[in-house]
T-cell receptor, first 113, second 114 residues
Framework: EPEVTQTPSHQVTQMGQEVILRCVPI?????FYWYRQILGQKVEFLVSFYNNEISEKSEIFDDQFSVERPDGSNFTLKIRSTKLEDSAMYFC???????????FGSGTRLTVV | AQSVSQHNHHVILSEAASLELGCNYS??????LFWYVQYPGQHLQLLLKYFSGDPLVKGIKGFEAEFIKSKFSFNLRKPSVQWSDTAEYFCAVGNSGGYQKVTFGTGTKLQVIP
């Protein structure tokens, strides 16, 4: 069964550093998403991406966040200057269309120290 | 804005007991509804989804959910749980538009005791 692949599985970074979280969505999917889950809290929507542009973003997705699909296969989330409160599990998801559920990746656990 | 409420935060059942997890949503338009499961140490997986048609939806692993529009509910059920069903269960609602942002509930931790 096709999978959404995320790398790395765990990243530790110092506060103020930039991180890039990488995702390879399923190849024929058209919609891409980032969600995050702070430990013990619910899964929160960050951003959706379609046709090479952001289609919707949440209040969490402020100027320190950006997304890119640099080469038609990877889908990256960049956090420019990490804060302690960015520590969370970040999930990438993709979908072939709006009549389908998402397929989630296994997540990247980001720890900001 | 759409929102989802899951009433049970932690449920403990013995094997073979029946399960019902509550989910209520609020959204003014046409909704798509989902249940996701997260097994310990694993990623989110889709259990089942409702988009239209028969309001009783069957998913994987013997789970089903019933969409009751008048009650804004989408409760998850399983007649007989197994130890392997121990996991966290998330109800989610999406708008039926193209980008389908999905809003998750806070999750229900299910612990099945052998």
């Amino acid at each position: 069964e096709p999978e959404v692949t995320q790398t790395p599985s765990h990243q530790v970074t110092q506060m103020g550093q930039e991180v890039i979280l990488r995702c390879v969505p399923i190849s024929n999917h058209l919609y891409f998403y980032w969600y995050r889950q702070i430990l013990g809290q619910k899964v929160e929507f960050l951003v959706s991406f379609y046709n090479n542009e952001i289609s919707e973003k949440s209040e969490i997705f402020d100027d320190q966040f950006s997304v890119e699909r640099p080469d038609g296969s990877n889908f990256t989330l960049k956090i420019r200057s990490t804060k302690l409160e960015d520590s969370a599990m970040y999930f990438c998801a993709s979908s072939p269309g709006h009549s389908y559920g998402y397929t989630f990746g296994s997540g990247t656990r980001l720890t900001v120290v | 804005a759409q929102s989802v409420s899951q009433h049970n935060h932690h449920v403990i059942l013995s094997e073979a007991a029946s399960l019902e997890l509550g989910c209520n949503y609020s959204y003014g338009g046409t909704v798509n509804l989902f249940w996701y499961v997260q097994y310990p140490g694993q990623h989110l997986q889709l259990l089942l989804k409702y988009f239209s048609g028969d309001p009783l939806v069957k998913g994987i692993k013997g789970f089903e959910a019933e969409f009751i529009k008048s009650k804004f509910s989408f409760n998850l059920r399983k007649p007989s749980v197994q130890w392997s069903d121990t996991a966290e269960y998330f109800c989610a609602v999406g708008n039926s538009g193209g980008y389908q942002k999905v809003t998750f509930g806070t999750g229900t931790k299910l612990q099945v005791i052998p």
